[in-house]
């Protein structure tokens, strides 16, 4: 699910798949694999891709939901 949130969240922002491998410094084949869930990223490489896309780790790991989820049970 984070190959989906990631390449929304990018399309979203305006932003290419070159535009991000070059932010990144890395190459395009490898940011496409990320896309494509042939690879995934490193703790860095997450959170550098986190921050150029102004969206928090979490999100882009689908556990925004998650959280919610339980941030509303401990208030209970």
């Given at each position: ?6 390449n ?68 209970e």
């Amino acid at each position: 699910m984070f190959n989906v949130r990631l390449n929304e969240t990018r399309k979203s922002k305006g932003v290419t798949a070159q535009q991000m491998a070059d932010l990144l410094h890395i190459n395009i084949r490898s940011y496409r694999a990320y896309e494509s869930a042939d690879r995934s990223p490193n703790i860095d490489i997450l959170v550098k891709i986190a921050d150029i896309l102004d969206v928090s780790t979490d999100y882009l790991l689908c556990r925004d939901d998650f959280l919610k989820s339980h941030a509303a049970s401990a208030d209970e």
